[in-house]
């Protein structure tokens, strides 16, 4: 079994800073890619960023320069270090992870956290 939990949601300001979390637990033998999505009330699920195993990143556009995406693969734990938040970034975050789950296979598997909650209002 593998889990995705992610921590560090909640309310702030205007301008302030949010950092979250997410950790794979469980059985498998290596992660690939992880990520970090958001959903707004009324909106589909849109990509934030990802990051690959060995560190390079994608942003979408409208975080680009506020928003830092890290990993720590000893930890298996994906980062999301948002400053300068908006209002509109108020949205359900989600984290997923490419993971392969058997050494005697390539096959893999997207499995998906469930969710943090983001607020951005004064």
């Known amino acids: 079994q593998v889990q995705l939990v992610e921590s560090g949601g909640g309310l702030v300001q205007p301008g302030g800073s949010l950092r979250l979390s997410c950790a794979a637990s469980?059985?498998?033998?290596?992660?690939?890619?992880m990520g970090w999505y958001r959903q707004a009330p009324g909106n589909q699920r849109e990509l934030v960023a990802t990051?690959?195993?060995?560190?390079?990143?994608y942003y979408q556009d409208s975080v680009k320069g506020r928003f830092t995406i890290s990993r720590n693969n000893a930890k298996n734990t994906v980062y999301l270090q948002m400053n300068s938040l908006k209002p509109e970034t108020t949205a359900d975050y989600y984290c997923?992870?490419?993971?392969?789950?058997?050494?005697?296979?390539?096959?893999?598997?997207?499995?998906w956290g469930q969710g943090t909650q983001v607020t951005v209002s004064s």
């Open positions: 990051i690959t195993s060995g560190g390079r990143t």
């Open positions: 469980g059985s498998f033998f290596a992660i690939n890619d």
């Open positions: 997923s992870a490419d993971i392969r789950r058997y050494s005697t296979t390539y096959d893999t598997r997207e499995y």
